[in-house]
């Protein structure tokens, strides 16, 4: 909760929030550093959609996690602004474990209705998992499902194929939530301070595992809703 916060700015003690929004509803007028996480699934599902996926399975964590919540809308969002409808039936739900993530994409990927031709994985070591899963069932990356990972971790460009992800910018979150306390330690005692609050965004590495458009006609088509605005017109 937001308790141990109203405490330090009761006793005057300066400080930064990293990686949380703080608003007025939690009593606190603090500053705020994070990642902008909604942007990253956005940019994951855009960049699936721009290549001409249209059932796009958007993997989550179950239970109500800050990540989780925060991420969700972005895949909404994107859907939403190319005017593809929302099927709950491709948003997945598995528990933490690697081992529940490939259960529930196999079972997800065997199912009766059309295949998701398209992955939005959690992040980068549920990937794995997905990926996994996938040559399980004797499915190609991406000749068959593109796969998109979140938070660029290090064995990324190593995995076959190498793994299209979205980066977090954990280090500058860090940087910049420093320099923001340094500066705030540094302002005259008799000088108003106005909170800042800084979303940091992310941003997209296309690599293998995504491949290229999924055929003339779906580049095309993604290449036109492109030009049209979320509301349709050109």
Known sequence: GAEPLRHLASAGMPFVVLNRRVDDADGVNADYVLIDAEQGSYLATRHLIELGHERILYHTLAGRSVPALERSPGYRRALA???LPLDPELVLESKLSLMDTHDRIVEAMSGPRPRPTAIVAFNDLHA???LKALADLKLR???DVAVVGQNNQEFTPFLIPPLTT???T???????GAELLLQRLGWPDDEPWLPHRVALEPTLIVRESSGGPRSATAKRSAAGRTARQPDGTA
Do not use: F, K, S
Request: charge should be negative; glycine fraction near 10%.
């Open 170 to 176: 954990v280090q500058q979150l860090g940087r910049q």
């Open 141 to 143: 990356v991406p000749d």
């Open 166 to 168: 979205v980066v977090h």
């Open 81 to 83: 602004e190319y005017g």
């Open 128 to 130: 794995t998992a997905v």
